[in-house]
C-alpha cells in the first residue's frame, strides 16, 4: 500500500522557519510528481509547492513564492517542504501528496494518495 507520513510541524514564531518532511512508501517515489498542500478549517485545500518526480522543476502557490522552498530525495523516498518567514496565515494543516503521473499540477484532482497531515501553528 502507498504510505505518506508527514512530520516536522509544530508551533512557530511569525518570522520563524520549519521544515516538514514525508517520507514515502509503497510505490516507486522516483517516477511520480508530488506536491505540499495545506488547508485550514472552514477552507479549501490549497496548493503550496509541487515538484515533478526527477526534482527538475517546481512550482508555488502564489501565497508562499519566495518563502517556502519544496525538495526531494529520491534515493530517501522524502519529500519535504522548507518554510520561510512564517506568518500567521501560514497556519494550517499540511498535506504531502503522490500525483498520478510524473508531472504535477496545482489542484487536488492530480494527487491519488494523501498523507494524514501534520499541523502548523504559527503564533507569538
Known amino acids: 500500500q502507498v504510505h505518506l507520513v508527514e512530520s516536522g510541524g509544530g508551533l512557530a514564531q511569525p518570522g520563524e522557519s520549519l521544515t516538514l518532511s514525508c517520507i514515502a512508501s509503497?510505490?516507486?517515489?522516483?517516477?511520480?510528481?508530488m506536491a505540499w498542500f495545506r488547508q485550514v478549517p472552514g477552507k479549501e485545500r490549497e496548493f503550496v509547492g509541487g515538484?515533478?518526480?526527477?526534482?527538475?522543476?517546481?512550482d508555488y502557490g502564489d501565497n508562499v513564492k519566495g518563502r517556502f522552498t519544496i525538495s526531494r530525495d529520491n534515493s530517501m523516498n522524502v519529500l519535504r517542504l522548507e518554510m520561510n518567514s512564517l506568518k500567521p496565515e501560514d497556519a494550517a494543516w499540511y498535506y504531502c501528496a503522490k500525483s498520478s503521473s510524473s508531472v504535477f499540477i496545482p489542484a487536488n484532482t492530480g494527487y491519488d494518495y494523501w498523507g494524514q497531515g501534520t499541523q502548523v501553528t504559527v503564533s507569538s
Open positions: 509503497g510505490f516507486s517515489f522516483s517516477k511520480y510528481a
Open positions: 515538484i515533478m518526480s526527477s526534482g527538475l522543476l517546481a
